[in-house]
């Protein structure tokens, strides 16, 4: 049987990535002290990896595919000096607190003098991010020092340097760490990545294929609910003007010719507001209920 090997971010994306899974169908159990984590797919073998060394064993072959950030994959092919044998096969914008894209950000201590990047000339800058921060740096012809952060970066300026750039998607940690944000160097999200000799075989790519379309729909899915409700037809164009549709209402006709079915998809957040108004224009029997997946 045909085997895909696929790649699971370890760290601080694992959970979140793990919980996209799930929602697409695929159900993966990772155990703390072990590297491979089953799935009940067994066409698909899994590995826990960094993100930050993702792209460079899809791309030797060691992996079909595997998930990492826009940020990484940067990274190994600046590294590389372009672009190294990686298909990108989904954009997922989910992060490990949000379904949003993460910022790496250029920040400096609540207290200094620096208020833009041009002022950090002749500066030292922590980072894992190093290629792209050099890079950002040359786009700005400022000359700085950019040195490889091991870890815990925010507690660094302004003694071990006088800048950072981190990963942020709200902000907090670098606040709780008396930083100010003072430029933002890039954006990025997670992107499912497949190596191109795996995309040449047919099996795996169909394979691959259909794991994107799932993830896909799980993260359109994230944060709408169904609404489904009857209203007799006289009331319809007042139900229908109230209702935000990912599309179109789907109208339906009843047993009674006098009324119809109407199903559609909102955002949950408005569900809230938007129930007493459609009880307010006549409509009945309105249920609400969860969504998995919406392939566009």
């Keep these: 049987m045909a085997i895909l090997k696929l790649g699971i971010p370890k760290g601080s994306l694992q959970d979140a990535t793990i919980q996209l899974f799930a929602r697409a169908g695929f159900n993966i159990y990772a155990n703390p002290r072990s590297y491979f984590p089953t799935i009940d797919d067994p066409e698909i073998e899994c590995m826990l990896i960094r993100a930050q060394e993702m792209a460079r064993y899809v791309s030797d072959g060691v992996l079909d595919a595997g998930l990492t950030g826009l940020d990484w994959i940067a990274e190994h092919e600046s590294a590389n ?13 989910y992060a ?3 379904f ?6 250029l920040a400096v201590p609540e207290d200094s003098r620096f208020q833009s990047a041009e002022d950090l000339e002749g500066a030292t800058i922590a980072t894992e991010l190093v290629r792209a921060t050099e890079a950002y740096f040359a786009r700005k012809k400022v000359n700085v020092k950019v040195e490889f952060s091991w870890g815990a970066t925010e507690v660094k300026p302004p003694v071990l340097a006088d800048a950072i750039v981190e ?3 709200t902000g907090s940690s670098l606040r709780a760490n008396r930083l100010r944000i003072i430029d933002t160097v890039v954006e990025s999200n997670t992107q499912l990545i497949a190596n191109q000799r795996a995309m040449a075989d047919e099996w795996k790519a169909t394979k691959l294929g259909n794991i994107a379309l799932l993830l896909k729909a799980a993260i359109e899915a994230q944060g709408r ?3 489904m409700l009857n209203v007799r037809r006289t009331a319809l ?9 990912l599309q179109r209402p789907t109208v339906s006709p009843l047993s009674d010719d006098d009324w119809v079915a109407v199903n559609t998809i909102i955002e949950e957040r ?9 009880k307010n224009a006549s409509a009945q029997g309105i249920v609400e209920y969860p969504l998995n997946k919406i392939v566009m």
């Design 81 to 93: 000096g372009g672009p190294s044998g990686l298909v990108g096969l989904a954009d997922l914008i």
């Design 96 to 98: 490990k607190q949000s």
């Design 100 to 105: 949003g894209k993460v910022r790496w950000v």
């Design 167 to 169: 990963v942020t998607e």
């Design 225 to 227: 609910v169904g609404i």
């Design 237 to 245: 164009d007042t139900v229908l003007a109230i209702l935000p549709a």
């Design 270 to 278: 408005k569900v809230r507001d938007l129930i007493p108004r459609l």
